[in-house]
């Protein structure tokens, strides 16, 4: 509750913030098609790669401004890797890529951004802008790749100390001013905004699987025959 009752403050413009979203989702390559007709006196069957495999996912990283919408994304494909099993012996795996100096990475592009939009901001003076206000707070959630240590790293980076002090040249060194990293706590995803537009993507990514043209050749083998089959 002492959460969510900052979060408001944060939200409702109580205390001047712009909140910075930021969450990844998987997307697994034996995704198929949920829907398909066969021939009459055979099973739809679809061949995919084995699902099993944790490593066998397209990780998408994603950051959300409230307003603006998306404000930065990152594509990682697994990397097909050559990986030692036994001393002289070596044998190739694809394997996950997305890892805690992946977002690193990501988080000091997208500090880039924000201190791009947030200089421009300050140059047109404009009121009521997007961006600029005198706290960056960005909303992250307890991920592995999210830990302790490797936000000490992100408050290391120089796209972080430059977006902090161009924020408080502007506002001053108050108490709500500067760049705020904050963790959700555990079991609250409905806290992130991300979580919604990761939900949009799944559904728009599952539509254009069922859109296959070629039905009879993406369908699970124990579909019933000749009728519509959705795979749950």
């Known amino acids: 509750v002492p959460f969510c009752e900052s979060l408001k403050q944060y939200a409702d413009g109580s205390i001047p ?45 994603l950051a959300v401004h409230p307003h603006f919408g998306i404000l930065h994304s990152s594509i990682n494909k697994p990397e097909k890797l050559v990986l030692t099993s036994k001393p002289g012996r070596q044998r190739k795996q694809y394997a996950q890529v ?3 100096d992946r977002f690193v990475s990501f988080m000091d592009e ?3 951004i924000v201190k791009a939009r947030t200089e421009q901001q300050f140059s047109s003076d404009g009121p009521g802008g997007l961006f600029g206000k005198h706290c960056a707070v960005f909303v992250y959630d307890c ?8 936000m ?10 430059a977006l902090e002090s161009l924020l408080h040249e502007r506002h001053g060194h108050g ?15 409905y806290l992130n905004l991300t979580e919604y537009y990761n939900r949009t993507l799944r559904m728009e990514a599952q539509k254009q699987m069922d859109k296959r043209e070629n039905k009879s050749d993406a369908r699970p083998a124990h579909s019933p025959r000749n009728q519509w089959f959705s795979h749950r």
Do not use: I, N
Not at 143 to 150: F, G, I, L, W, Y
Not at 176 to 189: A, E, I, N, Q
């Open 17 to 61: 913030a712009d909140l910075y979203f930021m969450d990844e989702m998987p997307f697994y390559v034996s995704q198929h098609p949920r829907y398909g007709r066969s021939p009459k006196g055979k099973r739809a069957t679809v061949t995919v790669p084995p699902g099993s495999s944790m490593s066998l996912r397209t990780q998408v990283a």
């Open 98 to 100: 997305w890892s805690a």
């Open 110 to 112: 997208l500090m880039t």
């Open 143 to 150: 991920a592995p790749e999210h830990s302790d240590r490797t």
């Open 152 to 161: 000490e790293r992100v408050a290391q980076l120089h796209s972080y100390k």
């Open 175 to 189: 108490q709500h001013t500067g760049v705020l990293l904050w963790k959700l706590p555990p079991v609250t995803s």
